[in-house]
């Protein structure tokens, strides 16, 4: 079974026995130092509804750290027209699900969203991309609690993508690709953590 089929996907990344899987993959995609993700919480990924005619959205995986962050990654095989904005759209449920009336702002933690898509989704060159809110003409950020990021399978094989085999990020995203036994094999030997996963 191929790690880009939706259930094999979240018993890989999204099980609390090998949540040391997860935290590897997240630092990588994160580009986190080693250590700074010590421990991860895989919680509850549906996303409640406040009103009956709300609609529903589950998470592939949904974890949280221990600073209260929470991060969201979504396989996603069959193209998808609407990828940005449904994104956003999982992506908002989260950050607003984390206060209540009487709540104050500050409460609220940053919310990331990794979307590993067997398509191409971005007209950007290359296979991994992350995303901010920020100002038009001078690039100022104006708040660091959003954060999207896309792997895009595809374009690992793409002519003019350049990848780097040795970048821990390509070697994720082809251990989940899965194109061949061989490949699997070599990256769990190169990467203690995709033998683990492997």
């Known amino acids: 079974m191929l790690p ?4 094999v ?9 090998h949540k040391e899987i997860t935290i590897a993959f997240l630092t990588a995609v994160l580009k986190l130092p080693k250590g700074d993700l010590a421990d991860v919480e895989i919680i509850n990924t549906e996303l409640l509804r406040e009103f009956k005619e709300d609609k529903k959205g589950i998470l592939d995986v949904r974890v949280k750290t221990r600073d209260g962050r ?10 998808t027209e609407f990828m940005p904005e449904r994104t956003l759209f999982y992506w908002s449920k989260m950050y607003v699900s984390q206060i209540k009336a009487g709540d104050t702002y500050d409460q609220l933690k940053k919310c990331i969203t990794i979307n590993i898509v067997d398509f191409e989704c971005t007209p950007l060159k290359q296979v991994h991309s992350c995303y901010h809110l920020t100002e038009d003409n001078q690039g100022h950020r104006l708040t660091d609690v ?5 792997l895009e399978l595809p374009k690992l094989f793409q002519e003019g993508v350049s990848i780097g085999e040795d970048d821990v990020i390509v070697q994720w995203m082809l251990f989940i690709d899965g194109r061949s036994k061989e ?4 990256l769990a030997q190169k990467n203690k953590h995709i033998g683990s996963a492997y």
Do not use: A, S, T, W
């Not at 880009?4 to 259930?7: G, Y």
């Not at 996907?9 to 026995?17: A, N, P, Q, Y």
């Open 4 to 7: 880009k089929i939706d259930f």
């Open 146 to 150: 959003l954060e999207v990021h896309f």
């Open 9 to 17: 996907f979240k018993l890989i990344f999204g099980d609390e026995k």
């Open 183 to 186: 490949v699997m094999e070599m």
């Open 70 to 79: 929470q991060i969201n990654i979504e396989i996603q095989i069959l193209p």
